[in-house]
């Protein structure tokens, strides 16, 4: 079945080509497949990295630092580390658990 294309004319926002859109989509802006392919993921970009910094930080879970966080995800939970703390868990240095106990002050 071959779709009937608008007179006008216009240019792609990806990749800059001239296109005829269909004449079923009034806003089409994209030329091909591949470009709206890339325009998805561009969306999905923005929408992930404006979330991102739309949150508040927090503090860390273990040490209450506030400057800089990350997500940590163990056992379908996932919490709020400073780096430092991020990273000797990822490491395999200490345990959530060893990190907590260290943070209240008992012994190991």
């Given at each position: ?44 970009k923005q ?22 966080i990350d ?38």
């Open positions: 079945m071959e779709h009937k294309t608008l007179s006008t004319k216009r240019i792609c926002t990806i990749c800059g080509k001239e296109f005829h859109p269909k004449v079923t989509s009034k806003y089409q802006n994209v030329c091909s497949f591949e470009c709206r392919q890339i325009k998805k993921r561009e969306s999905a929408y992930a990295r404006a979330k991102r910094f739309s949150e508040p930080l927090g503090k860390c879970f273990i040490c209450g630092y506030d400057k800089a997500q940590h995800h163990e056992r379908g939970k996932e919490y709020k580390l400073c780096p430092n703390c991020h990273a000797r868990i990822s490491r395999g240095y200490a345990t959530m658990e060893e990190l907590l106990i260290e943070r209240n002050g008992e012994k190991m």
